[in-house]
Nanobody
């Protein structure tokens, strides 16, 4: 399966922006891709997904309107543009690859949908 490496995390002040990248070791063109995050003491939660062709995206309510997921299948990279960040967004951010079609509704948020994960990148938002 494809190996994934996230980058782009860092420390920002509330209201700031960051752009995360998730690079695949091989073609990601057939994968449903998603971004998850895990805050200290909390479970990993799905926040955004994008279909293999990039035509459909889904977002968790907590990030809708502030975060945008996109992909470049030529560069084998998925992006997460994060705007209007607030301290509640502080977490380690992970990308995941699902070799099947992105599930509908909220099922795309299930961890067992994804067979490859990156090592994560830390995002810290200060008030």
């Amino acid at each position: 399966w494809v190996q994934l490496v996230e980058s782009g995390g860092g420390s920002v002040q509330a209201g700031g922006s960051l752009r995360l990248s998730c690079a695949g070791s091989e073609s990601i063109g057939r994968y449903c891709m998603a971004w998850f995050r895990q805050a200290p003491g909390r479970e990993r939660e799905g926040i955004a997904s994008i279909t293999a062709t990039g035509t459909t995206t889904h977002y968790a309510d907590s990030v809708k309107g502030r975060f945008t997921v996109s992909r470049d299948n030529v560069e084998n990279t998925v992006y997460l543009q994060m705007n209007s960040l607030n301290p509640a967004d502080t977490a380690v951010y992970y990308c995941g690859a699902n070799p099947n079609t992105c599930s509908s509704g909220s099922y795309w948020r299930r961890l067992n949908e994804y067979i490859s994960w990156g090592q994560g990148t830390q995002v810290t938002v200060s008030s």
